[in-house]
Structure formats: C-alpha cells, structure tokens
C-alpha cells in the first residue's frame, strides 16, 4: 500500500498511465513548475522505477524556485511504500508509475485532489487509456462527478490522421478533455535544462503557455475542491476483484464485442455513487447510453399500507432498466441494471431474463415476450415513485 503523509493541507496531483513512452513524466514535472511558479511550495514524487522525474531535478539550477523532490522507497517488511513529505509543502505531484492496476490504482487515486491522464495519438495509446479508464471507474471507483479526472492529448500533430483517431476517442469520453499539447522541441528543451514550460522566456513558449491556460486552470479549480468522503471512498476489495473478474470474462468475447461492452462499463459500471453525465457513446458498432445521475443524498423507502398487485410486465419494468443496446455485426446484446441490486446483466437476442425471451431490439430499446405478453424497455426509463 502506499502511504503519503505530509500537512493536513497537502494537496495532491497524480498523474497516471499504463504504458511508457506517453509523456506522463514530461507532464508531472511541467505541472510541478506552473505550481512553484505561482509560489506555492511543491515537491515531485518520483514512484517510478526509472527516476526520470529526478533526472529533470538534477538538471535544475541551484538559481531556479526550489521543488522538493522525492524518489520511490523501498517496500517495508509489510509490503507498504511510505513517502513522508514535508510539512511545509502546499502541492505534491506524484509521477505514477506505469502498469497500476485494482489496489494499486486504489492507492494513488484515494484522497487525490487531481488525476491526470496524458493520451499520446496512436492506436496502441489510445487502447491503453480505454483500459485504465475503465480501471480507474470500474476498480478505482473514481468519481466522474466530482471533477477530479482529465484527460490531456499529449504530443499532438494536428494535421495527422492519428490525431484524428485520438480526437474522435477522446470524444466518446465522459471525462473532461483539458487540453492539447503540441509535439514540440520546447519540452525537450525545458526537460535538459531541469525547467517548465511556464519557466522559460515567453516568447518563445507563447502556443504552449496559450496551450496550458485550459490545464492550470481545470487544475487549479481542483486545488481549491476540499476533499469529501466520496474522494476518500475506498471500494473493498470484493469489488474490486468483481471488476477485474467482469474484465477477464469480457476478453472471452470477439474483439469488438469486448470494445462494446467495455465502453458500457467505462461510463457507469460498479459506480452506483457516481452519477453519469456523459453523451450518447458510439464505438465499435455500438450506441450505449448511460443511466441518469443518481444523487449522492441518502434516499427513503416508503413501504405501501397494502400489498399492491402488479403485472408481470410491470413486475418486469419494476426489477431490470435498460441502460444500453449493443450491436456486434448483425447480433445484438442487452445491457440492463438491476434496480434495487445495483447488479448486471448482460443477455443476447433469444436470451431468457426471468422468464422472458427478447425479441426485438433498436437503438434505444428492447422488447420482450412471455407467454404471449409483451413489454417494451427503453433505455433509462425511469419508474414512477
């Protein structure tokens, strides 16, 4: 496990991803020179094995705003790595390292003020991120409401078809996009020299700081969020274990069954505190809708003074919500929510659900029939209380 501990006030910015080469390092310590450059008194943690971030510390001038850096430790004898930083730092950015998974990211997320993640254009990029995405919200249990997780296009070309390919990812994403960073030899320049891009003259940095403004400023609006009980949520292992279990049973599908549904849970599996505001999310074939926000305000069951009789359509409507109909080729698979359980339930056409046989689907809805009874969900339908 690993354990920060620093003033009551510490601030803390993570920045993850799953795989090298992303630019994530390039991005932690940009974002610990913008905060030194405001005043504020930083320190950069290093858990990555391969200490780039303190190769960019010691290329820093003695003449520079100091930044406290600090480089992974050692596991103890109970298996926890402790970083102790100190009382007198306002922000710490953890420069994660690569390949964080279940408990892992558990560890770094829980309590962070910011989470950011840099999302080079290429397809084996933009893979990776759909996958720690879906960790993060699935495993994590992140809070996309909360505002605490962005997603910055790093290393950009623009007039590239890769870029095209990461822009038309990104969105699909219910996750802020909170900025684009051209590939430029500025960030080069500045990692040689133990600099950021807000430390260097100007006007030779003008399109980057221009690039910047929307980062530092999603980022500062994060720093000034106290952090609530949700932050500090850390889902049992249970449910992370169920998470990464749902995972290893979607890879038993074809490749683009598994993209379908992988993008269904990006957005609201295992998230029954966390409510949804994300568009329509076309991928692979697929048209998912999310289900509607769910208040984090405790709620009231009213029980009724007499036993009421329903049908078993509305029995039906009453136990299972459609929250997203995908489609795969010519097949089609039924995403529903148990309303009271909070379970899934994914079933196929001519699959059985409680009795009822699906026969028919459409972009928004499906019907289903029992013994000559027939009953329509539409995604995201809402019963009457």
């Known amino acids: 496990m690993l354990k920060i501990k620093g003033s009551s006030d510490l601030r803390r910015v993570v920045v993850l991803n799953p795989k090298g080469g992303s630019g994530k390092t390039t991005l932690a310590f940009n974002l610990a020179g913008y905060i030194a450059s405001t005043g504020r008194k930083v320190a950069l943690i290093d858990m990555d094995r391969q200490g780039s971030s303190m190769r960019w510390l010691q290329n820093r001038e003695a003449s520079h705003t100091r930044i406290h850096g600090i480089s992974a430790p050692d596991r103890n004898v109970d298996g926890d790595q402790c970083v102790d930083v100190p009382v007198d730092i306002d922000v710490a950015v953890i420069d994660a390292p690569a390949g964080l998974a279940g408990n892992q990211l558990v560890d770094y997320t829980c309590g962070a003020h910011a989470i950011l993640l840099p999302v080079l254009p290429s397809d084996l990029d933009i893979h990776a991120a759909a996958r720690l995405i879906s960790d993060l919200l699935l495993a994590a249990q992140v809070s996309r409401r909360k505002g605490r997780l962005a997603v910055v296009a790093n290393r950009v070309r623009e007039r590239t078809v890769a870029y095209q390919q990461l822009r038309s990812f990104l969105d699909r994403l219910s996750i802020p996009v909170v900025g684009t960073l051209r590939d430029t030899q500025n960030y080069v320049w500045a990692a040689s020299n133990g600099l950021s891009i807000h430390e260097m003259q100007p006007h030779r940095v003008s399109r980057d700081l221009a690039q910047w403004a929307s ?15 949700r932050d500090l949520l850390r889902p049992t292992r249970e449910a992370t274990d169920r998470s990464n279990n749902g995972l290893r049973t979607a890879m038993l599908f074809p490749a683009a069954a598994v993209f379908a549904l992988l993008a269904a849970s990006l957005f609201w599996f295992m998230s029954p505190q966390d409510g949804a505001h994300a568009l329509p999310v076309q991928a692979a074939g697929a048209m998912i809708k999310p289900p509607p926000a769910v208040s984090d305000a405790p709620s009231e069951t009213v029980m009724p003074s007499e036993p009421v009789a329903v049908s078993a359509s509305e029995e039906l409507r009453q136990k299972w919500q459609l929250s997203g109909v995908a489609r795969v080729g010519d097949a089609s698979v039924m995403i529903l929510r148990d309303r009271q359980g909070k379970s ?17 689907t459409g972009p928004n809805y499906a019907v289903l029939s029992q013994d000559g009874e027939k009953v329509r969900l539409v995604i995201n339908e809402e019963m009457e209380p």
């Open 344 to 360: 899934i339930r994914r079933i196929g056409a001519k699959d059985d659900l409680d009795g009822w046989t699906v026969t028919d």
């Open 215 to 229: 980062v530092t400023q999603w980022l500062e609006g994060c720093l000034e969020k106290p952090i609530t009980s």
